[in-house]
């Protein structure tokens, strides 16, 4: 393709994109396809020769995008937010576009300073702690992985290797997201030796004196404490563990503690919700947070800090010949392939400092008070009708709540709420998930796309109690 | 940003990267940049209130461009090429537009099915093996991984898997990428467990016979042989690994065979070179090769296929209560979280189905034909020269050679190849790396850009010449 086909076609996508955005409201939320569908209406084979661009897009609209299921609608609740923004879109084109390596200083050199840069800044708008910045000749770092997931497994790595030899034992909650138990698997820990401490049933967070004798009795039976993860707002209900108790049960052990704040910690951006880093700044050996959630970074942008990236490096550094030169060996520069698991990586700086610059520290504040603001108003809505049960906590952007279903068992109950969750999201008008707490079934709305305002919360509101009510007079 | 505002900056955007393609050779290849000098060039913090994307794109000018190195310019030689196309930037921006999370067949149907068709197209390509096709109800299947690292870790959690319990072993040549000295250290199989197995020293390839006493050793003395990594085109000098002999061994042991084609396996596009997967078919248990270095597809694009998926599901499959969904229970579909380290993943599919459509498989041919055709010429040059030795392997696009330094040590001789490099970096006018083998230095020409066209690896060797001359007539 030339650069003048580019600049046609380019053009071209451009505008799609941005009908796309204007007119994501059009379509059900989620996708109606069955199993097998999108890959039978195209050809089982590639083609033989090029074909003109127009298909490709003409594709798109028949077969892509009646298959998807729209993250970017005002009334996608789901999981958790995955946040586009058009400077995000753009800052990812122009690493597209560069098509720049940067898995060395030396292969482009402003793709790793961007990133130091960038994770700076992001450290400075979430008030972290100093230690945390990538300064050449201090311990401390940050830098942009794929996900938390990737990120679990490096602080599992620099964990084990700061503890040195011995049966490595990981401690988490029951609340704990899933990706940790998949980094025990995957660093050869193993699931055996993942323990997981009682929660508070009151909050789900986890419980400071469990973990202390778990670490306790593992010491004495001659296991590795080596690292806790605590979490700042579960995946579940958002939950927060008390880092600062954690932390001084970790250091007093010697045992590396990981914050997965993936969802929560962007919320920083606010002052008012700076509690929930609470202990951060004292304790946190690795800190872990997505600005691919719910602060308007396309995905995959999730940024760690390190308090010392001394046990990651060492634990994920091989030199080969072809990779030596001048700037690595002089020590005077960070080679970010020593700080991830894959060795190639894109020039991912570029969307986080678009997405920063586009908006200010005053339009980041605003995204995310303008989620809680929402959240707060479904919240009450909630707590104001006696068909449903809120659950208590939700600080961020999260509300789960649970219809009741009078004279029902607690099996039946959660049967019938997961019917309603369906029949809700059948109805393309807004997609929910759910999760389990003590039993329940409870649902999950998690606001934060920057397309939601107050009717999209409202109307959602309406067709939940509607399909609720609708389900309650339907003969059993 | 409005999609109005998207429209206008997406254009401008569009526009600056059709220039930046239309005038790359225009740029020094390496940047010039210092150690700090790139993020000195920018605010220390982040501004507290937005500013207009006119400012991001006059800093892209700026600061940026002078600190990249420029992998798309037609004269970039180095490591091995990072392609990058018009059509492989326009998926990539339908993948950020739309912003779907494709960890679930559930949370965007096309995203999946889409991969699941695009690499069943590539295996057709390449004429890989049927057991690799990725159908519902067979045992095998492809998926995209960000790099052949990452796929290494997942190959090697597949093999232990399937191994079960025990010491295990893993086998590699010394010429073996990196990677699979990283998957066995991040899956804490360890380096201990990594045995080097001689290479032929004529053509750098694996020893079978060696490999075969390796593995016997290992049996008896209660070692589990779980991985042995082939490589077919290895990262220094492309050298083959003997896939169906090493195969034999593998399968009378019952071992895993992983092929690591990251570089060339694309190259099979071209019936010609088939040859270099011969005993693929009937050995692999897993292949990975990267569109994203040689086959016009931006990274990250490295596609691995299994022929039996299921050690790896088990070895990654976790399935937390919020992930739970019918289509998931229903055994019908692939869910692609199970199939990589992260959990959520971006809709990379969409460039490779766009590259495929609009080259075509004859585009594909000839793209691969010319990197081969010019390397072949530059072989040529440096065979007819007395002052070089050709390493005589150079089948793909890569092309390794030694300037002759009569008179001196081997020592000497390096040391005076390394700085020939590093003038030759330093003019801007072409980028080449470097490897070792067997005590002496050579130069790497890795030859591969849709950019590059003839006139430029003849200037490229006259340069090198030229440059080799002024140092020879230097005094001592």
Redesign the interface.
Known sequence: ???????T???Q??????????TVERHPVR?T?A?????AA?P????????S?D??LAD?DR??L???????HPSFF??FP?????????????S??????GML???????T??E??VV???A??LDLPPRFRTD?DGAGGGVIQ??A??AA?VAV?AARQRAGEGRHRLYVSSQT???L??AA?????GVDNVRVVDVDPETLAMDPARLDESIAEDVAAGFVPTMVCATVGT??TTAVDPVRRIGEICRRHGVWLHVDAAYAGVAAVCPELRWLNDGVAEHADSYVTNP?KWLLT???CSVLWLADRAPMVD??S?????LRN??TS?G??VDYRDWQ????R?FRA?KL??V????????LRAHVRRGVELAGHVAGRVADDTRFALWPWHPFGLVCFRPLWPGMSTTDSNAATMTLL?RLNDSGALFA????VEGHVLL?LAIGSPATRHEHVESAWRRIVAEYDSMRAEPR
């Open positions: 393709m030339t650069p003048e086909q580019f600049r076609y380019g053009r996508v451009v505008d799609r994109i941005a009908d796309y955005l204007a996708s396809v199993p097998g569908e999108v890959r195209l089982a084979h590639p083609p033989e020769r090029g074909e661009f298909a490709v798109l077969v892509i009646p298959g998807i299921t729209h993250w970017q789901g999981y995955a946040n586009a923004s058009g400077p995000a879109i753009l800052g990812d084109l122009l597209s576009g560069l098509g720049v390596q200083w030396a292969t482009s050199p402003a793709c300073e961007l130091t840069l700076d800044w992001l400075d708008l050449a794929d996900s997931s990737s497994v790595l997201h899933s990706s138990e998949k698997r995957i660093t050869g820990v995946t579940s691919h396309n995905f995959d634990a994920l091989i030199l080969p010949e072809y001048t700037a002089s005077e520069v698991i894959p060795l190639g894109r570029l400092w678009s920063i610059r586009w908006y200010g520290a005053e339009g369906e998930s759910h999760t389990k999950r």
